[in-house]
């Protein structure tokens, strides 16, 4: 199970290293200096001075495309930048850019080879128009454009209008040949529309056939990886399981791998489709549906890893003899799983196009008067803390506090913890309390001292009481459950009515049933040994004498 969520985090690490989000599959920006504009984005000086005009932006464009025509994919991104993105779901903005440079790239060449002394090169002006037009797609008719305007930021992209309407002006043109002198751009969706059948560029329900053909290889592929990391994750655990022999039944386990099924089906709808080229409107609904749905299945997963590695250590706890591990693995497994459902709580939100960070910053704000109104329930909680960290007792172990509370530690949990009294009622008390109180833990003792007084009659002859004292320390150095250099055997006091004397010996036990044990054989010893030498206890008593008065006597003759 270690190494099951090892390999997660190196998966998402993998993803972290090469600059890419595991979820949007999005590449983060490069490490050029950034100059922070005053609207919505951060534009590099670079990219500034190549979308100054009109001109340089149709420039870096061409240049970015020839690029990727001679096989550099990675000058997608140079391209999109060129184009104005606002408009689109964050999530779908890369895909939406390479796509929408693809169509924009093959719609040119089939238009006009471009002069670029013939775009304007002015910084402030009005949109700048390359072609604006109708078609005719199908039976319908479209407005569509391609052109230059200066967005919000200062610089001048392709329009809005041109991203969402190239898909139509390309499907216009896809027919036509490119324009003499022009390198037509080839991948290998083009190439494979190419061998696709007529029909399957016939719309049906809002969608073109050749599309609706793809997401049914794509839902019998995401299925197939469903299935495979299903069967993959369920036999490295029922490995596991015989190899550490875990409590954990085999239907279970089939059960509890459901989540890292449905996140390889998400993860793998979620890249393939991408690949369908869907017009922005429906690409931007599966895209935030697939970062729904991986999302929600990447935090149901990291549950089950939380599962896996508590049941591992959950075994680890129950073959020690401390007990109080036993209480830390549940309340770690618990805190844990809050803070990935947290986690995950913010990853959601940021799937459904939340604010995330004006929500976490009115939490700021209101965490103060929450945790003012909670201040109890997070002393409890720092004082759970504490007592896990301190380990003044184990569960099980006989306590006595302060205000005469004593009894056996039943249950430490998050805010308090229970004691199982002499009378057999529960005590709970807060653990902000109990972390400071005085704790006087009778279960943590190596030896229990037992301390009595063998009050002799007076009677007893000196000789007895002396053989009796050695007598007892004979029988001390017989038993194995005394520690000998500790115990003490001595004539103490001479009391109004007795003759004292001191016994004091530790018993080198660990439980109370131990101690009763052990304390009842050497009391049965030491009053067989009284027996056997005749020597008797003596109990509290007076003895009255009467004196019969002599002058009273000689009063009464007179």
């Not at 660990?510 to 020597?535: N, P």
């Amino acid at each position: 199970m270690i190494r099951l969520s090892t390999f997660a985090l190196l998966f998402i690490c993998q993803f972290a290293w090469s600059g890419i989000n595991p979820l949007t599959m999005t590449i983060s920006g490069s490490n050029e200096k950034v100059i922070p504009k005053a609207n919505t984005e951060f534009i590099s000086s670079d990219l500034q001075e190549k979308l100054k005009n009109p001109q340089e932006t149709m420039r870096t464009f061409l240049m970015a495309m020839e690029k990727v025509k001679s096989g550099s994919t990675n000058a997608f991104r140079e391209a999109s930048s060129t184009l104005d993105l606002s408009q689109i779901d964050p999530s779908a903005r890369q895909i939406t850019g390479t796509i929408t440079a693809e169509r924009l790239i093959n719609t040119l060449d089939r238009v006009a080879k471009i002069n670029l002394f013939h775009i304007p090169v002015y910084e402030t002006g009005p949109k700048w128009i390359f072609r604006k037009q109708t078609v005719t797609v199908g039976d319908n008719v479209y407005d569509v454009e391609i052109a230059i305007v200066k967005t919000i930021d200062g610089v001048w992209k392709f329009s809005p209008e041109t991203v969402s309407s190239i898909e139509n002006f390309y499907t216009s043109v896809a027919n036509l040949k490119v324009v003499e002198g022009v390198t037509e751009y080839r991948n290998w969706r083009s190439r494979l529309k190419e061998r696709m059948p007529a029909w399957a560029s016939d719309e049906f329900l809002i969608l073109k056939k050749g599309q609706w053909l793809g997401l049914i290889v794509l839902s019998l592929f995401s299925l197939a990886a469903f299935a495979f990391i299903r069967f993959i994750a369920t036999m490295y655990l029922r490995y596991k399981v015989n190899h550490k022999s875990l409590d954990f039944l085999e239907d279970d386990q089939f059960k509890s791998t459901l989540p890292f099924g449905f996140l390889a089906f998400s993860i793998s709808w979620l890249i393939g489709i991408r690949f369908l080229e869907f017009d922005v409107e429906m690409l931007e609904i599966f895209i935030r549906g697939s970062y729904i749905m991986t999302a929600v299945c990447s935090v149901w997963s990291v549950l089950k890893i939380v599962d896996y590695i508590s049941l591992h250590f959950e075994k680890i706890a129950a073959s020690t003899a401390n007990k109080f591990d036993d209480v830390l693995v549940p309340m770690l497994k618990k805190t844990t799983k809050v803070f990935v459902v947290a986690f995950g709580a913010i990853l959601v939100a940021h799937s459904l196009t939340f604010d995330v960070a004006s929500i976490l910053a009115g939490l700021g704000i209101g965490g103060v008067a929450v945790a003012l109104a909670a201040k109890d329930t997070i002393s409890n909680l720092f004082g759970s803390v504490t007592v896990i960290i301190d380990r003044p007792f184990q569960i099980g172990d006989y306590v006595s506090l302060e205000k005469n509370i004593e009894g056996t530690v039943e249950q430490v949990g998050f805010r308090s913890t229970r004691l199982r009294t002499p009378y057999n009622s529960i005590v709970t008390l807060p653990n902000s309390v109990l972390a400071n109180m005085a704790i006087d833990n009778y279960g943590m003792r190596k030896f229990r001292r037992y301390k009595t007084f063998l009050q002799l009659e007076y009677s007893t002859p000196l000789v007895k009481i002396e053989e009796y004292c050695e007598r007892i320390r004979y029988l001390i150095q017989l038993n194995a459950l005394i520690q000998k250099e500790t115990a003490v055997v001595s004539l103490y006091e001479m009391n109004s009515s007795s003759l004292d004397i001191m016994l004091t010996v530790f018993f080198l036990t660990d439980s109370f049933k131990g101690e009763l044990s052990a304390r009842h054989k050497f009391i049965y010893e030491i009053l067989k040994l009284a027996e056997e030498l005749e020597v008797k206890f003596a109990y509290p008593s007076q003895t009255i004498f009467l004196e019969q008065n002599k002058n009273l006597e000689i009063d009464k003759n007179l």
